[in-house]
């Protein structure tokens, strides 16, 4: 993969240990990276040493959506929002819904090379109040997204976070200080799922989900999937985490369809109704899709 030359002295978020290794500490995994190869989610590098970020500013994907469909019900309602994806992830969900860009086969990355500056006059030339950094893991490109929102704060958009929330405490606070709304996947309530088989940390996302409590609007989606999210009782649990912050969260309550690995039929609309309804016995705004 070709490096941009730009991105040598802007990785942060990672430290030096022994015989030219580096640990990276953005997110649960905490790879220690050897030189010359890549952490688990393929876009933090160690060269000689250090940290390079070799997809630095490579766009996967620009869209102008509605607002509701990120999904947030609670921000900004009625408005579109220039959206923006990357490439790669920190997690390993088999169901990915965005496989094609979260997990992509080498030969269809894309180089497209859009830097944050330029990337905010785009924005504000689509005439949208705000800027979202969506689709796939914005967290593993927080170095970009950080900049960008310093930007767009400055030239009056507000910005938008949709992410799983698989960063650890500090890295969460950095960016969550420069986001005015974030959507958070809250994807089972089982640690042993989390940790085998999507490969993130339950109670990282847990914390990254009261730290945005703390410093911005933050609604909660959890994506309903067959053997991972699948009864009133996982529901009820998540339901009861998110109410231990506030009543007034909005949860989103989604259904998956087959993508990527999984080939499992989805919940019926049914079921995804009645884990709905069990949520709110605890949360004031639920919304339920399918």
């Not at 800027?131 to 310093?150: D, G, K, N, R």
Request: hydrophobic residues 40%.
């Amino acid at each position: 993969m070709i490096d941009n030359g730009l991105s040598a002295d802007r990785a942060r978020y990672w430290r030096s240990l022994d015989n030219s290794r580096i640990q990276c500490i953005l997110c649960a995994h905490a790879c220690i990276i050897q030189n010359e190869t890549r952490g688990h989610c393929n876009a933090r590098q160690n060269r000689s040493g250090k940290m390079i970020l070799p997809f630095y500013a490579w766009i996967s994907s620009i869209a102008i959506d509605p607002i509701e469909k990120k999904p947030l019900k609670r921000f900004m309602p009625g408005t579109s929002t220039f959206s923006v994806g990357f490439w790669n992830c920190t997690m390993d969900c088999p169901f990915c819904q965005n496989w094609e860009i979260a997990h992509p086969p080498p030969a269809y990355i894309q180089k497209q090379i859009i830097e944050p500056d330029r990337l905010i006059e785009l924005a504000l030339a689509s005439g949208c109040p705000s800027i979202s950094f969506t689709y796939s893991e914005p967290l593993l490109h927080i170095e970009y997204v950080i900049e960008a929102m310093q930007i767009a704060h400055s030239r009056g958009l507000k910005t938008i976070l949709v992410t799983n929330g698989n960063a650890l405490d500090e890295p969460a606070r950095h960016i969550l200080t420069h986001t005015d709304a974030a959507n958070v996947d809250l994807k089972t309530a089982d640690p042993l799922i989390y940790r085998k088989l999507l490969g993130g940390e339950i109670k990282v996302i847990k914390n990254f989900i009261k730290v945005a409590f703390e410093l911005c609007h933050i609604e909660v989606t959890s994506l309903a999937v067959p053997g991972v999210l699948d009864s009133i009782a996982q529901i009820e649990e998540i339901s009861s985490f998110i109410a231990s912050l506030s009543t007034e969260i909005p949860l989103h309550i989604t259904r998956y369809h087959p993508a990527w690995k999984y080939t499992k039929p989805p919940l019926s609309p049914d079921t995804i109704h009645e884990m709905a309804e069990s949520a709110r016995n605890y949360l004031k705004n639920v919304y339920s899709y399918w």
